[in-house]
């Protein structure tokens, strides 16, 4: 089935530990994105790629990285992790960047750091 | 500054119509676009609006007025499966996307 997968589900995490939240589209979208999403709040984007090989600082990109080694996978890091980054988080792709495009969802990864 | 801002919850009768409103103000402007939420689950995509006027979808239709700064979208013949949170977002002049916290619309039998 076409689509976005994110890995794991969700997850509880200790403060200080290290966690790669993983994405995969089979879309062949060229662009790719990661969001947080908490109550009370608009999705907001960390950081996102416009197409393989590059990425992006968005809103709120503090004590998170990305890579995008392929057109594939976009994976989010988290090197030390923090309660404040408590949190559902949801990755997108859309055809390409530059251009108006609708962007398609993961099923998100629910996040809890202790 | 950039804000998207949208009511917080509404409620509605099921088989009624309702109407929810959401007013922009991003750096540049390309576009409005509507999502659906449920529960749980990952945003789903409704509706873009460029241009001013009203786009129909079946029982979903999204007016935009860029004039105003302003959208909305209509839900007719409410069903229980349209209790959902419904997000709009604005599209600013990098094509990135301002979202709202979201309507969260309950549908009462």
């Known amino acids: 089935i076409a689509g976005i997968t994110q890995a794991p589900t969700s997850q509880i995490l200790a403060a200080g530990r290290r966690m790669t939240l993983r994405c995969t589209q089979d879309m062949r979208h060229n662009a790719m994105y990661w969001y947080r999403q908490d109550l009370g709040l608009g999705l907001r984007l960390i950081h996102y790629s416009n197409t393989a090989g590059t990425t992006g600082k968005g809103e709120v990109p503090d004590g998170y990285s990305v890579s995008r080694a392929n057109t594939d996978d976009f994976p989010l890091t988290l090197a030390s992790a923090v309660p404040s980054q408590t949190s559902v988080y949801f990755c997108?792709?859309?055809?390409?960047?530059?251009?108006?495009?609708?962007?398609?969802f993961g099923p998100g990864t629910r996040l809890t750091v202790l | 500054g950039q804000n998207i801002d949208q009511p917080t919850e509404m409620t509605a009768t099921e088989g009624a119509i309702v109407q929810i409103n959401c007013t922009y103000q991003t750096s540049g402007f390309n576009g409005l676009f509507w999502y659906q939420q449920h529960a749980g689950e990952a945003p789903t995509f409704l509706s873009y609006?460029?241009l001013d006027g009203l786009e129909e979808k079946g029982r979903f239709s999204s007016f935009l007025s860029r004039s105003k700064g302003y959208s909305y979208l209509l839900l007719k013949e409410l069903q229980m499966k349209d209790s959902a949170s419904y997000l709009c977002?604005?599209?600013?002049?990098?094509?990135?996307?301002?979202w709202g916290a979201g309507t969260k619309l309950i549908i009462k039998p």
């Open positions: 977002a604005g599209s600013d002049s990098n094509y990135q996307l301002i």
């Open positions: 609006n460029v």
């Open positions: 997108a792709s859309s055809e390409s960047a530059g251009e108006v495009n609708t962007q398609y």
